[in-house]
């Protein structure tokens, strides 16, 4: 969380960024700011998903939104 995200501009690669809208809000802040950064990101931002969708608490839809 020191960093800008400056670093994260010369990703040359499409980036899929995910997040839950139930995880933290620096979660959220951060991933908003490498959407910014990255050149060719997108960000979804899920409502009903936390942090913990990945592993534990949803696999099946962060699946399913990496499929789509």
């Known amino acids: ?5 400056g670093r994260y501009a ?3 690669a499409p980036t899929l960024l995910l997040g839950g809208g ?3 809000a ?3 802040t ?3 700011l490498l959407a910014d950064t990255i050149p060719d990101s997108r960000l979804v931002l ?3 998903l936390d942090h ?4 534990l608490s949803a696999p099946a839809a962060v ?3 990496i499929r789509a």
Do not use: C, V, W, Y
């Open 46 to 48: 899920t409502p009903e």
């Open 63 to 65: 699946a399913e939104l």
């Open 10 to 12: 010369a990703i040359a």
């Open 30 to 32: 951060g991933l908003t």
């Open 26 to 28: 620096h979660t959220q």
């Open 1 to 5: 969380m020191d960093s800008d995200g």
């Open 52 to 55: 913990n969708a990945p592993d």
């Open 22 to 24: 139930r995880s933290p």
